[in-house]
């Protein structure tokens, strides 16, 4: 079987790490160019001490000369925009990485990034496979979802689509990585080791991404707030998903049955075998999301949990989920690693 | 000035090791027994290796033997009930940590333990000093509040006295010394570490104690959830309290103002200027409560974080705390240390 | 291409966990047992929550009906020793990751396990790829080497067979998986995390076994010390192994490129480009052994450092790289995932 | 008693918020400047969360007006240097945390340090009160030891006074926190946690400072070397001592017999009762030294553990006994806490 080209752009980040972890064993995948202004001429392995045997060097070749089935954009928002046209323009299918395309309402990033939008006309699919599978398949540039956004939307998507709820509090907890790979005062181990912090209370950007996602179901206008924390973990989003059950007949079971109905189908969300609860140290370095631990109250409060690896099933695994879509592949493909635990 | 004489039951474990910690430098203090059946005889440091200079050895007196001024007993629950009666009869006032005497309605008491109460006679104060002082200073029975239970009313008893919410969803976060000494599963470091464990989610028996506190306030029907994690941390609870505000003419200054207010005569209750958020590093191995990072959304949605040491002022610290208000020594003796940070 | 059929005896420990982990992905493998006497019946999943989506139950059969091709005994020594001869009978090539059958010397086995050897006339290939490559081909039955073990002897092969120092000093510093599932005062999270342990500081069972090895090689009596530390990673192994170089005339990069001279047909030992230091964090969840770090100072000492996980090439991975020389499949198949980094 | 006025030049990082930590509790001192260029006239919990009761705000006044009894310089080397002089011109005596003033032969410190001294004239006291207490108690001038030093030189000198070893070998590990407060690529979360570092292997400066130290004791030339490892902890220095035992009719229990006899006197140096093993979780926060684990194996290698917190006798609370001693205080005034254990 013949082999799709694929460029990552800007690869000396986390997420462009886990790209090349991942697709190094992709049956499907050619790597062809690995780009970094920064470490160009550099082996990949300078920056990612995991791929010691993988035989890349990072480039930084002119955007109009990328010349690939796909590219997957690592690079910042507001830096990504700027390319992605080009590589449109190019020819190639493009699965961006930041938040720059997530948004069907430009007044909504422009609010929330602080920052003008210079291609409102580019639209995008949102890379969820389990809301928007089909017109990924056909799609050219696919808007990848923010990691808090994947745990959240996941958690939430049965009990919104059925109306049982109409507010959700998302209480999230964030491995460090997600903050990426510069340091900075928040990343200090001494300070993030054996601490909890914390960030963006009330206003995280992802907020009104999950918003916008959750009010294409249900009434259309559930209530959502989000609150993430920084935990001293390397890996992983734990989602704690609280809401109020609006329907006196409707237990706990029923709700997990909704649950496991509504996902059978999806090969990376599993709803837990006897309603166990998720843990981050579960899905380490895979693809899946976890979800169970489905609790009800004597005062009507609902919890759902949800655990994803940021890196992987939050960002460059469901990257390579979208391409698999995309090009037909096996939907699993590069992808079938399970968690590692301990 | 003369010492009272202090016994300390079951000090092999964390709240036990904390106790001696703390009492060690206490001007006001001698500590005269520091018991435990199954390590007798043995030097304090073999088990609490912190305390190598500490020259104290374990002894098993009988209940009746013991002579002291104040007694904290730091027994499991189930095994204090048992003795604290003897205490109390041989004229000492006791410091009682677990949760055996915490409960005004003994049935709630009986039916979240799932243990028959053997003196639902006996009565306690609350040993929150921050609700009961006046009442401790002349107690002979303090029931020693729960570690969570600390951080959480600590960050509600403001917006529910003043009845500007009426519901609370408490996210707690809580250190792995909160499990107690014994190795078990869910302590081991394999899986605890670069981890996150949701827990009990909707019925950990903290929660009818906090109930039952909080609705002394206010309306006296606030609803209250509570649902922990176990976190990849030491020491440590961090409470991350989610409310829905109740009236459209309250800002965030407001209820920033209003904390400071509360608590602006509490020696251990730091309402953080500029509303900065509480961090567990900030607070470990002290007996202070962080609370702020007050925050509100365009949903009327309202955070209030706090923090706190588990084994000091969600235990010991705040045990040593009553100690001092009972005896009319400085509220703050053997507890001025600042928080280890980093 | 027909699959071989394998068990897994003793498969609710970490290295069990660790075969089905990787085995599951393995092309030319089809699992056909997974045994555990405590868990017969459960799902795999309950122990293994990384394994949810694996259709495998624990069971538990008469070792006379294990009928496989090849047996991973995962159980402890001294357990592992009364079952092995029956699977050999059975007509299975053994392969046990105990201690059981690592020493030539039987004395030596009974001294430092203290424990009687009940079959002491069974000879065992000792399962080290980069020594006994051919031998293992042939094998019946592989004494899978210790996690220790394997760290140490990569570290110090090419420098005691030339002979270039005569006394080595292993200073090795052990995540706490090595201490295996169940918990104990050693694995307790609270006291493990923001610590660091020397235990059997010169007392270690590695010992013997790590110079049983080298003394294969060159004089023949090396020296050699091993003092191991539990520090708070949860997997690997990273050994920092101390020397004094014999000849005057040999300098760091004569010793580099003799180690890279040395590996450079292994496909699981990397000598880092560059001599770069070796990371656990480079090799999490993978195969590999780095080396690197090699340096030399104004007194003679030489430092060389190498980093295992200790459950894949410290145990699990190094059992299955075994599997695939013994069965002629392709040396890496199931082990081509690279580490999980960061 | 009337107290003495402090100054902390440089108390922005973690050795400078240690100073105010440990001497906010001290009887016999007044903190009078705390000084940092950057963060002039902010409160000092801006940057030390844990001192947000503390009444202090950085200044920044010219050298020559500092009007302290001790100034503690917390300067980077380099720039303690170039100020240290105009302190002592104040009349003020000066205990320096910088390696500048630590070597008698200035070639090592410019060979090492790679940078010209400024004030070669300049003599200091070498602030270890093991060794120099008497020169400490007149002293002008202390320079402070190097983090590592301390607990190399410590658990090194019973063995080399009595010339018992000719070769000695120090395996470090040490928190992260010895690295300072800016964040940079080594202290970076996601690549320090779950991890070991081992770094400048045979070149570390703090070599020649522990070499210059130890030959003033017993033969004069004994070998040292030296590698440290960055571990995952916040705090602490564990070091592993490596050394080959001379004499054949000397045994454990005589070393261990050595050290205590040699250390009996000393308020900081606990060795250990019935030669347990010292552990980083017994020392957090404290000033003590702890040995133990004293071991010997049949082939003659000797090991000895010691442990500290790195901040405290390896920083801050060492200048701190220094202090003490210069001004005739109770050597453990201000240092009385113990270790947070856990």
Redesign the interface.
Known sequence: MSKIDVAIIGASG?TG?ELM?LL??HPNVNIKYVTSRKNKGE?V?NL???????DLKFSNPNPEDIDADVVFSALPHGASMKLVPQYLENGSRVIDLSGDFRFSNIEDYEKWYNIKHIHPEIEAVFGSPEINREKIRDATLIANPGCFVTGAILSSLPIVENELVD?I?L?S?S???GAG?N???S?????????????S???HRH?PEIREQLRNFGSGNV???F?P?L??????I?T?N?S?LLKDDVSVDDIYNLYAEYYKDEPFV?V??DN??P????????N?C?IG?I???D?D?L?V?S?IDNLVKGASGQAIQNMNIMFNFDETAGL???????
């Open positions: 986390y790490g972890r190094i064993n082996d392995s990612h001490p995991n791929l010691e045997d993988v507010r509090i209480d907890k491995g460090v990585s790979v340091p900075t005062a990343s200090h181990y001494p300070t993030c080791a054996d601490n909890i912090k914390p960030y209370i009330t206003n907020t209530k959502v707030s609150t924390h935990v001293p973990v390397i890996r992983g734990l704690t609280h109020f599993q837990l075998k166990k609860i843990l981050l140290a579960s899905v380490r370095g895979s899946n976890q631990g609790s009800l109250d005062e409060q919890v949990i655990a079938k690693n399970v968690g590692l635990y301990p």
